[in-house]
């Protein structure tokens, strides 16, 4: 039992999963039944965003908070997509705007009223069109306001900067379909795993590759930074098909730190780290369970802490932002879990169990707070920043006074490193093919009506001519 010490000495030892009561879950909530591997909910301090089933395009519930309980069948929904929404994330800087990613190959983003939807949205604050398949993720920079990357079908990250409406940047270093992104603290590098089964670590601003490990003994699917550690974890998938996690430095891939098999079940393994608490969370798609550890620098680098059990299997999980906690419950982390078979989102939060009621400043340092370190200009010009930190004391919490400002856009191409990324592409399947067979059928047909009507108009004008010249009352 000599491994032990650490374990026993961790002040997060007990910390414990509570569910809400059902009247401060939301019921009702028809959540889409699509497989992309995402979690379909995005949480702010405000709102409560779910990804819905619908016929014919896509759409998403964007529900307050405060308003648990029952939701009815017709409330109203954000429904601008032409195709499935397949991930949503909230502006960490702006509580009201709403970045959506579609397979209608669209990036929009969307501007919640006060006090919620009150009829269906239908008409973006901004579209973003650039990738030439459909786009999978999306995620706003963690320092810098209105910087958003994308993540298509089409092997692209796009970075867009939205003050103008643009993509300025386009890493385009990935063979495959890319499965995860995450940044660091201060933003200055993305990692990201991906369907050819490597782990890289990029330079953003100029989309340099500085780390990569081919994964053949454990086929990633997921990866964080582990704050200002240096270091990364990915969860994934052993050669023996059992699921799997792997601790990595980030300056040097060729091996991982570590490895740990965690079991033999096939659903998905999202991972969550806070960084205050030096916490990680692991969830299983399809796992009614929550697994919980605490990261260390020195080793053994993870140590297990215990797992929340229930018998409801989860689709996905939001996650509130620190500083939507509750500190009087010495709450640390919260999740917003989704509950297909019950059309249910379930609220839990992670306690840890003090008796003091005063401000443990133990388990809440100052953490990264609602005002953006850098504008988006500051940024792209190679500029890198820590995010402004806030105190938690009290349950203290400021509103943004940012407001997002739409840019007036002309229709032009999108040329991104000397490329149109609006010009036809070849189709890479079956059934793009066909799509766009029947698409050219239809537009020849209809420029085959709309000539025909414009020779038959033609036609009238001679003879209307020809009758001028022949009238003997103009002559």
Not at 105 to 125: F, H, Q, Y
Not at 155 to 178: A, F, Q, R, T
Not at 330 to 335: A, G, I, L, S, W
Not at 452 to 466: F, G, P, T, V, Y
């Amino acid at each position: 039992m000599s491994w032990r010490p650490q374990y026993r000495s961790s002040k997060f030892r007990n910390v414990y999963g509570k569910v809400a009561n059902r009247e401060h879950c939301f019921d009702g909530i028809p959540i889409t039944k699509n497989v992309h591997d995402n979690h379909f909910c995005a949480v702010n301090t405000r709102f409560l965003a779910i990804v819905t089933e619908s016929a014919g395009g896509g759409s998403f519930l964007v529900i307050p908070l405060e308003q648990t309980g029952r939701i009815e069948p017709n409330y109203p929904k954000v429904c601008g997509h032409q195709g499935n929404v397949l991930d949503i994330k909230w502006n960490p800087f702006i509580d009201n705007i709403i970045a959506s990613c579609s397979e209608d190959t669209s990036v929009r983003i969307w501007e919640i009223p006060e006090g919620g939807l009150k009829r269906n949205m239908t008409e973006a604050l901004l579209e973003l069109h650039g990738h030439s398949r459909r786009v999978g993720l999306v995620e706003w920079h963690p320092t810098t306001n209105n910087i958003l990357f994308s993540a298509g079908y089409d092997y692209k990250v796009l970075i867009w900067n939205l003050d103008v409406g643009e993509p300025v940047k386009m890493i385009d270093c990935h063979s495959d379909v890319i499965l995860c992104m995450s940044f660091n603290t201060d933003g200055s590098l993305l990692t990201t795993t991906c369907k050819d089964k490597k782990l890289r670590v990029i330079e953003p601003r100029s989309g340099r590759v500085l780390q990569e490990a081919n994964c053949k003994n454990h086929r990633v699917n997921r990866v964080v930074f582990l704050g200002n550690m240096k270091r990364l974890l990915t969860t994934g998938v052993s050669r023996w098909n059992t699921r799997q996690i792997a601790l990595w430095d980030q300056e040097d891939l060729s091996m991982p730190l570590i490895e740990e098999e965690i079991d033999g079940l096939s659903g998905l393994l999202f991972p969550f780290y806070d960084a205050d608490t030096h916490m990680l969370y692991l969830a299983g798609k399809g796992d009614g369970n929550i697994r919980y550890y605490e990261i260390s620098t020195e080793k053994p680098f993870l140590s297990y802490l215990m797992e929340f059990r229930s018998p409801a299997p989860q689709k996905g999980l939001g996650v509130m932002p620190k500083h939507g906690l509750d500190v009087s419950a010495c709450e640390v982390f919260r999740f917003y879990k989704l509950v297909t078979l019950k059309g249910l989102i379930e609220p839990i939060s992670m306690i840890v169990p003090r008796r003091s009621d005063s401000y443990q400043e133990d388990i809440y340092p100052m953490t990264p707070g609602t005002e953006p370190a850098l504008t988006p200009d500051e940024w792209l010009g190679g500029m890198n920043r820590d995010p402004v930190l806030m105190s938690l004391k009290e349950g203290y919490k400021k509103s943004s006074k940012m407001v997002f400002k739409a840019p007036i856009k002309e229709k032009k191409s999108v040329v991104v490193n000397g490329i149109d990324l609006l010009e036809n592409v070849p189709p890479r399947t079956e059934n793009e093919l066909l799509r766009m067979f029947f698409r050219q059928q239809d537009e020849i047909r209809r420029l085959k009506e709309e000539l025909a009507q414009k020779d038959i108009r033609i036609r009238q004008l001679q003879l209307e001519l020809k009758n001028l010249r022949n009238n003997p009352k103009n002559c």
